[in-house]
T-cell receptor, first 111, second 114 residues
Framework: DAKTTQPNSMESNEEEPVHLPCNHSTISGTDYIHWYRQLPSQGPEYVIHGLTSNVNNRMASLAIAEDRKSSTLILHRATLRDAAVYYCILLLIQGAQKLVFGQGTRLTINP | NAGVTQTPKFQVLKTGQSMTLQCAQDMNHEYMSWYRQDPGMGLRLIHYSVGAGITDQGEVPNGYNVSRSTTEDFPLRLLSAAPSQTSVYFC?????????????FGPGTRLTVL
């Protein structure tokens, strides 16, 4: 499985945008980039996924570098509820959906 | 919809005891899976199922058994509990195994083995 690298922790202020980076230099052409987050004492929650083009949904945006070796999850206006561990995961286009979770980035939101 | 439900929420076992962690989903999802999460670590896949009657091993299957007799249920059995199995266990489901389908996770079962 291709590996992802994320900062251990990040901090931001409420109502400000947050950019969470992820490096995946060994990504293959058939790997999709998925993001999940885990709020304290809860199970993980799907956030967004993409392949090559930037993606937007109600929760966040995903910006993917042209060479696909990195991506950035963007929370446009962070709230206290966004404090969580964010995981960047690569999934093969074929095969079972085996989510391989790394350490993730622990995001702290200051009031 | 209740989504993905897990029982019990908490469990304490003694070494050597057996038990079954229950997982159920009411979304008619084909794909279900079990993960464990140890303190300060990401989740690791134990077993998964792509449909009723079909199961396969994940990253850390030793000491665990699964079966999938119905679409809705995917129980995880600990045959002889060991302290190394102290962890939080999460069950997840999705429409099918496709890469583009989001997985829905249950609230977890916190297991302590003494």
């Amino acid at each position: 499985d291709a590996k992802t690298t994320q900062p251990n922790s990040m901090e931001s202020n409420e109502e400000e945008p947050v950019h969470l980076p992820c490096n995946h230099s060994t990504i293959s052409g058939t790997d999709y980039i998925h993001w999940y987050r885990q709020l304290p004492s809860q199970g993980p929650e799907y956030v967004i996924h993409g392949l090559t083009s930037n993606v937007n949904n109600r929760m966040a945006s995903l910006a993917i570098a042209e060479d696909r070796k990195s991506s950035t999850l963007i929370l446009h206006r962070a709230t206290l509820r966004d404090a969580a561990v964010y995981y960047c995961i690569l999934l093969l286009i074929q095969g079972a959906q085996k989510l391989v979770f790394g350490q993730g980035t622990r995001l702290t939101i200051n009031p | 919809n209740a989504g993905v439900t897990q029982t019990p929420k908490f469990q304490v076992l003694k070494t050597g005891q057996s038990m079954t962690l229950q997982c159920a989903q009411d979304m008619n999802h084909e794909y279900m899976s079990w993960y464990r999460q140890d303190p300060g670590m990401g989740l690791r896949l134990i077993h998964y199922s792509v449909g009723a009657g079909i199961t396969d091993q994940g990253e850390v299957p030793n000491g665990y058994n699964v079966s999938r007799s119905t679409t809705e249920d995917f129980p995880l059995r600990l045959l002889s509990a060991a302290p190394s199995q102290t962890s939080v266990y999460f069950c997840a489901s999705s429409w099918d195994r496709a890469y583009y389908n989001e997985q829905f996770f249950g609230p977890g079962t916190r297991l302590t083995v003494l």
